[in-house]
Structure formats: C-alpha cells, structure tokens
C-alpha cells in the first residue's frame, strides 16, 4: 500500500533549536509539497518541488525555512533557528503530473507536528 | 489569486441524516479541479471526492456526492446516511489546471459532528 511516510510525526524542541522534517514520497511521484497547517491560517502551502527542482516555495519564510530533495525518495523540510511562531503541523504530500487529464489527487503524510517551546 | 470560501466553521447532524457543507471559490480560469478532503481527529488528509471543472455532472462517490454550480463558483458536498465515521474536519481546495500550478489552495474547513 503505498503512502507517503513522515518522520518525526511529533517534536518538540527549544526556541533557537534547528528542526528537520523528512518525507518519502510515494515511489514514482515527481511533484512533492509542503504545507503548514495551524488553527489560525489554516493549510498554508510553504513549498512545492517538481522533478526535485523548486516551482514555488514563495510561501515559506526564507531567513529560517529551507527545503530540499537530495533525492527523488527524500525530500526535507529545516528551520533554523526555530521559533514558538513554527509550532504546527506539517504535511507533506506527493503526485504525479502531468498525466493526461490528470486531476491532480494529492497523497498526504499524517503530518509532523511541531511544537517549539 | 485563487480564494476557498467555506463559510460554516461547524456543522452537525443526526446520525443517519444527510447534511450539506459548502464551498465557494474565486477564480477567473475556465478550467480547473475542485476537492473536498475530509481530516479525522488521527490529521490524515483524506481525498474526499473530486470535480473536474469541464465536467457537468456533479461527482458522486457512494454516500457522497457534490452540487458544482460553475457559474456561481459554488462547490458544496452532500453526506448522506452520516454515520459516526463522518465526524472529521472537511476541506474544499481548488487546484488550477496549469501546468506548473499544481498547487492546492484549501478553504479554512468545517468541522463536521455526528450526533447518536
């Protein structure tokens, strides 16, 4: 059954602390997101990769938020320094596009929630 | 830039009852794919049902089915015979057609009861 896998699915840690968050898409997915999800904005999207490549990541702060794809298996998610302010839950998810008249499911991880004291 | 709307921040209804959840967005292209992801209290986001924009006959997916009003921009998702399960936080998104536009934007959910 495949599915997109996220580790740590909880952390806590120290203001100034870095964080890292990894996800595994689904074998064969090319495009792989990460969003934000918090009571008070809702699912935010921070970054999107296509073929490994960044198309968008003008969502995310750039003075403490990163996001790469070393590889095609492995994409992650750093802050550094962490603040309370990045307390929530982030999820990856993958697809694959374009595929015809593909419309365009998105398979999420269960998240990794964030906790930044 | 595309908006989600979701105007009802919670909902209930009897268990077996059929219930409505809307959804309205705002966007100037003609086509495009609407969603409704359904997030139990475990945060899986769960694929609810789809719509295709060029598409005239509203999606149907067992007890779930949708009303597309395009002309209006309206989206809303019909649960029928709710059961216990139901219960979850319910998210209409809008994704463009473009290629290099793959992005979901997600309204701010209803939170959906169900009542024994």
């Known amino acids: 059954d495949a599915r997109v896998t996220q580790t740590p699915r909880h952390k806590v840690t120290e203001m100034g602390q870095e964080v890292t968050m990894r996800c595994q898409p689904i074998?064969?997915?090319?495009?792989v997101f990460w969003y934000r999800q918090t009571m008070m904005q809702g699912l935010e999207l921070l970054a999107y990769?296509?073929?490994?490549?960044?198309?968008?990541d003008s969502g995310m702060p750039k003075d403490r938020f990163s996001a790469e794809m070393p590889d095609a298996t492995l994409a992650t998610l750093k802050i550094q320094p962490s603040e309370p302010r990045d307390s929530a839950v982030y999820f990856c998810?993958?697809?694959?596009?374009?595929?015809?008249?593909?419309?365009?499911?998105?398979?999420f991880g269960e998240g990794s929630r964030l906790t930044v004291l | 830039a595309q908006t989600v709307t979701q105007s009802q921040p919670e909902m209930s209804v009897q268990e077996a009852e059929t219930v409505t959840l809307s959804c309205t967005y705002d966007?100037?292209?003609?086509?495009?794919?609407l969603f409704w992801y359904k997030q139990p209290p475990s945060r899986q986001m769960i694929l609810v049902i789809r719509?295709?924009?060029?598409?005239?006959q509203n999606a149907t997916e067992n007890r779930f089915s949708v009303n597309f009003q395009k002309a209006a921009k309206s989206f809303s998702l019909k649960i029928s015979d709710s059961q216990l399960g139901d219960a979850a936080m319910y998210f209409c998104?809008?994704?463009?057609?473009?290629?290099?536009?793959?992005?979901?934007?997600f309204g701010t959910g209803t939170r959906l009861t169900i009542i024994p």
């Open positions: 998810a993958s697809g694959l596009y374009p595929t015809g008249r593909n419309t365009g499911e998105l398979f």
């Open positions: 719509q295709e924009a060029y598409k005239q």
């Open positions: 990769f296509r073929n490994r490549a960044p198309l968008d």
């Open positions: 998104a809008y994704r463009s057609s473009l290629f290099g536009n793959e992005k979901l934007t």
């Open positions: 074998l064969g997915h090319n495009t």
């Open positions: 966007t100037s292209e003609s086509d495009y794919y």
